[in-house]
């Protein structure tokens, strides 16, 4: 049961253009969801998170939109840079049936980006 | 301000062996994380510690346990190893459980089950 799906497994995309990365869930439970980068070799990088009582949330580069009715989040990167180019996780967290227990997060499959010259 | 830690940064082992992991949490965390990533896929949650206790634990069989010092370090304990229990483990620290908590992850121990 993947409760968080990233449908598209890889992504390229030029240099200085836009790069949108998809995410859809099905738990309607979530209510924290996150972006992670990762490289080869090393541990997921955070990005950015977005709470669920928010649609759309910046930093620098970087944008998460969520719509709740889609269930559906994506990231923007702009402009698109060569050092961007790694596998992007999706996860999301919250609906814990005990209290205290909303914390754990549970992953999409990724999406593969590579920001060509 | 260091980051998650995590030892050793590989390790091969074989079947039926037993293997414990270590990670040391970013500096003011309290709760440690603990996932296993096989190859393409995303991380799979095995369990969570805070306060020394296990508190969530993930579809994980009972060969893998945990444990959680004063000190906030944790261990993973893997026995009776399976070749399918070889992955990248990653653990994550951060702070409290109530949600909305960011999870910062280590750079994982790759294990190998031969």
């Known amino acids: 049961d993947q409760q968080v799906k990233q449908n598209s497994p890889s992504l390229s995309v030029q240099e200085g253009r836009i790069s949108i990365l998809n995410c859809d869930y099905t738990?309607?439970?979530?209510?924290?969801f996150l972006w992670y980068k990762k490289y080869p070799a090393e541990g997921p990088t955070f990005l950015i998170s977005?709470?669920?009582?928010?649609d759309k949330n910046e930093d620098g580069r970087f944008t998460v939109f969520l719509n709740k009715s889609a269930k559906h989040l994506s990231l923007h990167i702009v402009p698109s840079q060569p050092g961007d180019s790694a596998v992007y996780f999706c996860?999301?967290?919250?609906?814990?049936?005990?209290?205290?227990?909303?914390?754990?997060?549970?992953f999409g499959t990724g999406t593969r980006l590579q920001v060509t010259l | 301000d260091a980051g998650v830690t995590q030892s050793p940064t590989h390790l091969i082992k074989t079947r039926g062996q037993q293997v414990t992991l270590r990670c040391s949490p970013k500096?003011?965390?309290?709760?440690v994380s603990w996932y296993q990533q096989a190859l393409g896929q995303g991380p799979q949650f095995i369990f969570q510690?805070?306060?020394?206790?296990?508190?969530q634990r993930g579809n994980f069989p009972d060969r893998f346990s945990g444990h959680q010092f004063p000190n906030y370090s944790s261990e993973l304990n893997v026995n009776a190893l399976l070749l399918g229990d070889s992955a990248l483990y990653l653990c994550?620290?951060?702070?409290?459980?109530?949600?909305?908590?960011?999870?910062?992850f280590g750079p994982g121990t790759r294990l190998l089950v031969l």
């Open positions: 994550a620290s951060s702070v409290g459980l109530a949600g909305q908590e960011t999870q910062y």
């Open positions: 738990n309607s439970m979530f209510d924290y």
């Open positions: 977005i709470s669920s009582i928010k």
């Open positions: 996860a999301a967290s919250g609906g814990g049936s005990v209290a205290g227990t909303a914390s754990k997060l549970t």
């Open positions: 500096s003011g965390h309290d709760t």
């Open positions: 510690y805070y306060e020394e206790e296990e508190r």
